[in-house]
């Protein structure tokens, strides 16, 4: 079905953040939010909708931690299947009353633990983790696996062979939040490339969350130089996370993920959406910003500084601390 809307409409709009959202509907800090497809379901139903009206054309399933070795921290590695069907059901069903194709994404989010030799965990295990997870997605009725927020290769390998395992077509997205690279040290422009060494292939690839708009962009800039004919997601956080005593609060207006929407689809990206502390509001803002925008030309990081705001952690050249002050200089 993402394929499908994709080579129908363009540019699609996926929707806002998940776990920052629910904190503000009454989820407690160490809480795991999968547990509220349980105890809550009106409420994630309630999530789910504000972004469909909003416009979305994607939304994220409440699971990205749901895989047993993250729910094991919660003593619920007994429950992945249930817990992934659930947060599927709850999506699609909202999905099926907007009156309009909506694609049902199965969030999938990291592990958390290392892959040998740096850590216990090996890629075989790994696809047997996640293939777990996205059983339960697809049960529930996931049209597609969303895996994101990802650092390793070996990782992102693995979740596809999962999801090919299953048979859900899938997108793969990294955070590139460390000098312009993942925590694993893969560039941006490493992503276009598993468009071609994994089997099936990704629909989509590309990245989210990170450390702010501008520099996913930035990334995103990266991706669509290194493969201009790839579909690229962008899916970055409402600005710049601050805090405000114990209250977390992100930086980014409406006004400014309109612009970021705006620069993304002049960088290239095909599908857009917002991360941490998107609200509806941004999102709505964001759906205006494409619908009535024309692709204009290619911008380049000065025109993505001036326009977002200075990077927070922009890539360095080897040997280099240019990079950074280069950021700190256009903000």
């Not at 997605?137 to 990802?150: C, F, H, P, S, Y």
């Not at 490493?190 to 994994?198: K, N, V």
């Not at 705001?309 to 601390?321: E, Q």
Request: hydrophobic residues 45%.
């Amino acid at each position: 079905m993402l394929a499908e809307l994709l080579a129908q409409k363009g540019v699609l709009l996926a929707d806002g953040a998940t776990g920052t959202n629910l904190f503000e509907m009454g989820l407690m800090s160490g809480d795991p939010p999968e547990m509220w497809n349980l105890d809550h379901p009106e409420r994630i139903r309630a999530l789910h909708q504000s972004f469909v009206d909003a416009g979305a054309d994607i939304i994220l399933t409440n699971s990205f931690g749901g895989n047993r070795r993250r729910l094991a921290l919660h003593k619920l590695d007994g429950r992945v299947r249930e817990l992934n069907a659930v947060a599927a059901q709850l999506a699609r069903a909202v999905a099926a009353g907007a009156g309009r194709p909506v694609v049902v994404a199965g969030s999938i989010g990291p592990t958390g633990d290392l892959f040998q030799p740096l850590g216990p965990l090996t890629e075989d295990e790994a696809v047997e983790i996640f293939a777990e997870q996205i059983e339960g997605l697809k049960q529930g009725g996931a049209d597609v696996a969303w895996i994101e927020t990802m650092s390793a290769p070996e990782e992102m390998r693995a979740a596809a062979r999962a999801a090919a395992k299953v048979g859900l077509p899938y997108t793969i997205t990294g955070s590139f939040d460390t000098a312009g690279k993942t925590m694993m040290g893969l560039p941006p422009a490493a992503m276009p490339g598993f468009l071609g060494e994994l089997t099936p292939a990704p629909v989509a690839v590309g990245a989210n969350c990170g450390v702010g708009a501008s520099d996913l962009l930035v990334s995103v800039l990266s991706m669509t130089e290194a493969n201009p004919e790839a579909i690229i997601i962008a899916k970055a956080n409402a600005g710049i996370p601050q805090f405000h005593g114990d209250h977390i609060h992100y930086s980014g207006t409406p006004e400014l993920m309109g612009h970021y929407a705006r620069l993304a689809v002049d960088a290239g990206a095909r599908i857009i959406g917002g991360c941490c502390g998107t609200s509806p509001a941004h999102l709505a803002a964001m759906r205006q910003a494409i619908d009535a925008h024309a692709r204009a030309g290619r911008p380049d990081m000065a025109e993505v500084v001036a326009k977002i705001g200075p990077l927070v952690a922009p890539p360095k050249a080897p040997g280099s601390d240019e990079g950074r002050r280069a950021g700190r200089r256009r903000g």
